[in-house]
């Protein structure tokens, strides 16, 4: 199959404003998917509400388009009941770490063989340009005319402190990466958490002064390092990109296949 084959082309032109790198993110994992090989049958996607939950109509897997922060909660109940499929959830600030903070948290605590893909472009774009809980502090938005005094989260150290067993980081500059990072967490087994930061002109850039969305995406090139690298430790300023945890430990729904054998045996 080629790139193109995972797309519904009837649903084209997309909705993302020019210079969102929210296609970018599109264009990574469907390469990721593409090496894979992977047939659209085995894929199932599951979204919220919010710009990047649009890629759900635009690509040919079986999708679910869900409400505001419960893509998590609608993914896990389609792998317990067919632990076979691979689950890809995209999400932004709110469906991720807002209004979808705890499935967030204990999506990771259970280990369950989920991909989320945290596409932070550091604002609500689709309702306005309000501030996120990962605008972060002293940056402006429609609903922080004077300020933003509410500090960020650290996607990746959240997701690693909630248990984890997959966590990376890249941006939509570096496009090579986010298709490799994606196709390594498609593979690993158990809850994997890949944070893209995806430029928004629209909003975020504006507001800040942060330029167009090559000027954004130039700031992702300057402002980022290889994780563990020299550079983080002369510039601590620097935010790190790269894989921070791929680890081997119990999967969610192998354990409770276990349970119901257990059950079974009355045991």
């Known amino acids: 199959m080629a790139v193109k084959d995972y797309i519904r082309e009837r649903f084209f032109p997309h909705m993302w404003c020019p210079g969102c790198g929210h296609g970018i993110v599109m264009g990574g994992l469907l390469r990721a998917v593409d090496k894979l090989g992977m047939s659209k049958n085995e894929i199932v996607m599951a979204s919220g509400i919010g710009c990047s939950s649009r890629i759900s109509g635009y690509v040919d897997f079986h999708t679910l388009h869900t409400i505001h922060g419960r893509a998590l909660a609608f993914a896990t109940g389609v792998k317990m009941s067919k632990p076979e499929l691979n689950l890809i959830v995209p999400m932004g600030d709110g469906d991720a770490l807002a209004i979808g903070g705890n499935h967030f948290i204990h999506a990771a605590r259970r280990n369950i063989d989920i991909t989320a893909i945290v596409m932070n472009n550091r604002i609500y774009g689709m309702t306005g340009g309000q501030f996120s809980p990962l605008s972060g502090y002293g940056t402006l938005g429609t609903t922080a005319p004077y300020t933003n005094i509410d500090h960020d989260f650290d996607v990746a150290q959240l997701a690693m402190a909630a248990g984890a067993s997959f966590v990376a980081r890249t941006t939509t500059y570096h496009t090579q990466q986010i298709s490799d990072i994606i196709r390594k967490a498609i593979l690993h087994e ?33 402002n980022t390092t290889p994780v563990g690298s020299d550079a983080k430790k002369e510039n601590p300023d620097l935010i790190e990109r790269g894989i921070f945890v791929q680890k081997e430990i119990p999967e969610y729904c192998n354990e409770y296949e276990k349970v119901i054998e257990r059950a079974m045996k009355g045991k």
């Open 190 to 222: 158990g809850f994997s958490v890949v944070e893209v930061l995806s430029q928004c002109p629209t909003y975020f850039g504006r507001k800040n002064k942060m330029g167009d969305a090559v000027e954004m995406m130039e700031y992702y090139e300057k």
